[in-house]
Nanobody
Framework: QVQLVESGGGLVQVGGSLTLSCAASGRTFSTNAMGWFRQAPGKEREFVAAISWTGSITYYADSVKGRFTISRSRDNAKNTVYLQMISLKPEDTAVYYC???????????????????WGSGTLVTVSS
């Protein structure tokens, strides 16, 4: 069984920074794209960022371009994806979900239909 475990969420002030981590265990996703989605209260889950299995191609939602950076590591046989967030805004407040893709390509992860597995989420709150 696949497990995706997020960490790093919390409370941060406007303009602050936060880095989320997601560790994948179980079935290997070393050849699949990974990504992040978020869901704000009362809103649908939306795409945030995705990275290809090679780590060389990334996609971002327009609302986070230039502020968020996705990366991945395969150290110690653990497939981990990160989301570095800077210049945070109140509208970034949401539960952030790690996602593992069905395919190697990052573009396929820009829609929920391209997701194979979800993490349980980590809350990010940006206070003004």
């Amino acid at each position: 069984q696949v497990q995706l475990v997020e960490s790093g969420g919390g409370l941060v002030q406007v303009g602050g920074s936060l880095t989320l981590s997601c560790a994948a265990s179980g079935r290997t996703f070393s050849t699949n794209a990974m990504g992040w989605f978020r869901q704000a209260p009362g809103k649908e889950r939306e795409f945030v960022a995705a990275i290809s299995w090679t780590g060389s191609i990334t996609y971002y939602a327009d609302s986070v371009k230039g502020r968020f950076t996705i990366s991945r590591s395969r150290d110690n046989a653990k497939n981990t994806v990160y989301l570095q967030m800077i210049s945070l805004k109140p509208e970034d407040t949401a539960v952030y979900y790690c996602a593992a893709g069905r395919r190697p390509t990052a573009q396929a992860m820009t829609d929920k239909s391209g997701v194979d597995s979800w993490g349980s989420g980590t809350l990010v709150t940006v206070s003004s």
